[in-house]
């Protein structure tokens, strides 16, 4: 599990892509005393885990379903990344629980200053939307943001300077995709309450649904 909350911009070393895997090893100032075979990193909000390290940098193999799903197999050496290390027990939760597993690609498509702030808008996949609420929240190529506005299609957030100079929308324009996480806790509420798809459906929940089962 992660936060959101990015702890370095790394850069792209190497990607090699073979046999519909590949494996990725990037350059960062994360302490290498701190970092372990077996660990999780997430890079631009995919959690990969670490096969080897030293010397400042890491090496991460990059699954097809990874590929498939997300924007790592387009990377380019010296490209910059978003890196944050997995969620320690003991860390404060200063941003959302983000689990590292992308559920669709966005595009931005309005950038513009906004006071003190940058403000972007994206689009999705619409069946994403329904994920997304007003002020929750939402990680974008790994990055924690509060959800401003959700409309079909997509939804727009706002960046502080600090933020903006700290991930990768610095280098983000209009025509840039991303990758894109919906709040884990919304998925799991539909998951159970049957209203998703796949699986076994159950009512929705509504008063006859809970009276029926007892609970009223």
């Known amino acids: 599990?992660?936060?959101?909350?990015i702890e370095d911009l790394g850069?792209?070393?190497?990607?090699q892509i073979a046999g519909g895997g590949g494996r990725i090893t990037i350059a960062t100032v994360l302490?290498?005393?701190?970092?372990a075979l077996g660990d999780s990193i997430a890079v631009n909000g995919v959690c990969l885990t670490v096969v080897d390290f030293g010397g400042g940098q890491?090496?991460?193999?990059?699954?097809?379903?990874?590929?498939?799903?997300?924007?790592?197999?387009?990377?380019r050496r010296g490209q910059r990344v978003n890196l944050e290390r997995?969620?320690?027990l003991s860390d404060r939760l200063g941003g959302h629980l983000v689990s590292g597993h992308v559920d669709g690609l966005g595009k931005i498509t309005e950038r513009r200053q906004d006071h003190n702030a940058v403000r972007f808008t994206v689009e999705i996949p619409p069946p994403l939307c329904r994920y997304l609420v007003e002020k929750g929240s939402v990680a974008v190529d790994g990055i924690s943001l509060t959800v401003n506005r959700v409309f079909e299609g997509g939804f727009s957030f706002a960046v502080i300077p600090h933020s903006l100079s700290?991930?990768?929308?610095?280098?983000?324009?209009?025509?840039?995709r991303v990758n894109i996480e919906t709040d884990l806790l919304g998925k799991y509420v539909e998951r159970l309450l049957?209203?998703?798809?796949?699986?076994?459906?159950?009512?929705?929940?509504?008063?006859?649904?809970?009276?029926?089962?007892?609970?009223?």
């Open 166 to 176: 700290r991930t990768t929308l610095q280098e983000r324009q209009v025509g840039a």
């Open 58 to 75: 890491f090496s991460a193999d990059v699954s097809a379903e990874s590929l498939s799903r997300t924007l790592l197999g387009e990377l």
């Open 11 to 15: 850069s792209v070393r190497d990607l």
């Open 31 to 35: 302490p290498m005393n701190e970092i």
């Open 86 to 88: 997995a969620l320690r």
């Open 194 to 216: 049957g209203t998703g798809s796949g699986g076994t459906e159950r009512a929705p929940l509504s008063l006859d649904t809970l009276a029926k089962n007892g609970f009223l």
């Open 1 to 5: 599990m992660f936060t959101g909350l």
